[in-house]
């Protein structure tokens, strides 16, 4: 079985009292070449852990693996960081001034002039922007720097590629090319690579396995159509898939049996037809969403969404025969 090139181990790392963001007692391993995404809501500790694995910041307890050997904390080297990594931070970290081909190509040495020429060219043209190698960063869009700065951080053969909330300062345009582009540079590279986002799209769209945090608690782990299916949190299905929450007694009036606690399913769960188990709701709004619309439906003052594909199929006020087809119970 392949060693892991990244294990965390019982890792802890606490910050004041008043301060969000620690992290408490995560374990797992990360696969050579996988992606992993890291997510969770604001304060759930992922920058934490992300700087405890680059060796930034130093833990209270446990410790991280690299190859087998363990990580050293800032305090323990003059120049904080694993060599074999590069971060990839939200403010780029971009000689603004500098060229395009200049800031790649700083990062490699003068030993050899025309590697360093050829690697920095190959690297460009990886993530389409040797047509901007001329251009200074500050004549750049978000976008172009972002491709800029990963690209620097992995010209010098880096074993692992960390990632902190990378598509922040990017438009919507630009993001699903963006995660297309990471996910193919890890496919050619062969590059691991962490990321930490709050957005779950990122995870879902680009990730071999997802890690949700909750609290500084490591929730959940595994493939993301496995997390999304099965979320063993209420949490998690409602970061993953904005999921409907019943109570027991808002369940009940659906005609769901939940003995106590909640129900819990995604708009795509519930089926817009007439079935033997099906019930008659009232289209209390639409919500329009591109290729499909979202309805809000109410049945004994309980409300929910559902996705309707065939758009236009019913209006506002309409009575409908709907049928929730899977849902989780989670016990209080």
């Known amino acids: 079985m392949e060693e892991p090139i990244i294990s965390v181990k019982n890792l802890s790392k606490q910050y004041q009292a008043e301060q969000q963001g620690g992290i408490t007692d995560i374990s797992f391993n990360i696969k050579k070449g996988n992606v992993i995404a890291i997510l969770g809501e ?7 852990l992300l700087k405890c694995i680059y060796g930034l ?4 307890t446990g410790e991280v693996q690299f190859n087998g050997k363990r990580i050293l904390g800032p305090d323990e080297q003059l120049i904080p960081g694993h060599k074999e990594m590069k971060m ?9 001034y500098a060229k395009v081909y200049d800031n790649i190509a700083s990062m490699l040495s003068n030993t050899n002039v025309q590697a360093k020429q050829e690697k920095t060219t190959e690297m460009m043209q990886h993530l389409h922007i040797a047509q901007l190698k001329d251009k200074k960063i500050t004549q750049l869009s978000g976008g172009e720097q972002q491709r800029v700065a990963i690209a620097k951080a992995m010209v010098s053969n880096t074993a692992v590629l960390l990632l902190d909330e990378p598509f922040s300062q990017v438009d919507a345009l630009l993001k699903n090319q963006l995660r297309a582009d990471i996910k193919r540079i890890a496919a050619e590279t062969g590059v691991t690579v962490v990321m930490v986002s709050h ?11 997802l890690l949700i945090l909750k609290d ?12 999304y299916q099965h979320p063993n949190h209420i949490y998690t299905a ?7 929450v019943l109570g027991h007694e808002e369940a009940e009036k659906l005609g769901l049996e939940v003995k106590n606690g909640h129900a819990v399913f995604y708009p795509e769960w519930v089926e817009l037809k007439s079935s033997w188990n099906s019930r008659r709701f009232e289209v209390k709004d639409i919500y329009y969403k591109g290729f499909y ?12 969404r559902a996705i309707q594909l065939n758009r236009g199929e019913h209006k506002k006020h309409d009575h409908i025969q709907a049928n929730i087809s899977r849902f989780i119970t989670f016990v209080s």
Not at 199 to 209: K, Y
Not at 217 to 222: D, H, M
Request: proline fraction near 3%.
């Open 238 to 244: 409602q970061l993953l898939g904005n999921a409907v």
């Open 293 to 304: 619309e979202e309805l809000l439906l109410e049945r004994n003052s309980v409300k929910i």
């Open 57 to 60: 910041l130093k833990a209270d």
């Open 199 to 209: 957005d779950p799209a990122d995870g879902l769209f680009l990730a071999d396995e």
């Open 88 to 96: 990839v931070t939200q403010d780029f970290s971009l000689n603004i």
């Open 216 to 227: 500084g608690k490591l929730l959940q782990q595994g493939k993301p159509a496995d997390v």
């Open 42 to 48: 604001s304060g759930s500790g992922k920058s934490t």
